[in-house]
């Protein structure tokens, strides 16, 4: 997503979806680039690696977001304990520059501010369930101020890098939405093309004896082979396959299903 402020997220995982996402994607239409877990880590990625290395270590800002879940989490624990020692290390030890606290409630804000007072030394960033669009602008300015602040220079040299890294993510922005508009007619091409091959299959005569039997052969989802009707015939199209492990005995394929689904649709 171009150049722009990168803020890594630390959350608890039982927030990503009725608090964390929605604030990631109003921050993304604030021009903040967010590092968030879900798309950064996949399958295989070393975990520690991944979350310290490649995410806190290299984001501008780390923005903590602190609630009831959060606070029993050991991995928010963590990265915290981990971007104190990096601040620590760097002789932040009161000027926390890298670092934005906000809390789900003043009630939390108070039991954070008893086991990590350092992190609620600047103002209280609250942003509830049902932040406004005024709590969202005040975070907003926060991040940027923070970025700004760490690449140095002059007030009118910072005010075009904001005004270019915009413009770059923007850009960005727009490119993956073709992509992603790309990828959906792709997407209806490869069905459409499909179907039509489906259509070839019924139009042909040989698997209407099959296709009648539809229901006992979706109900079973293994029959012997010599009890299917037209099985070679529907082997052939890649309607069913021979169980390896059961000699004798076929399956419905995901094609299979996918052609029954679209002929129950369209002709039944």
Known sequence: ????????????????????EPLVRDLEDCYINVWIDK????????????????????????????????????WVDREIKHVLKDETNKGNNYDLKKIISIFDSEKTYQQINNRYPELTDDLLHLMPNDYSKIDLGQLVSAIWSKYLTLQGGDTETQRQILAKEKEIFQRDKEIQSLKNLINEEKSKNSKSGLFSEFDSYLKSGKINDFISEKDEILKAGWLGIKNVTEAASARAFGLIDLDQNAPGRVYVTEKGRDFFNWYLLNHD
């Open 39 to 74: 798309r950064k880590i996949f399958p295989g990625d070393n975990l520690r690696k991944s979350i310290f290395r490649d995410g806190l270590d290299k984001a501008d800002v780390a923005l903590i977001f602190f609630t009831e879940n959060s606070l029993k989490s050991s």
């Open 1 to 20: 997503m171009g150049q722009s402020v990168l803020v890594f997220i630390s959350h608890s995982s039982d927030d990503k979806e009725s608090i964390v």
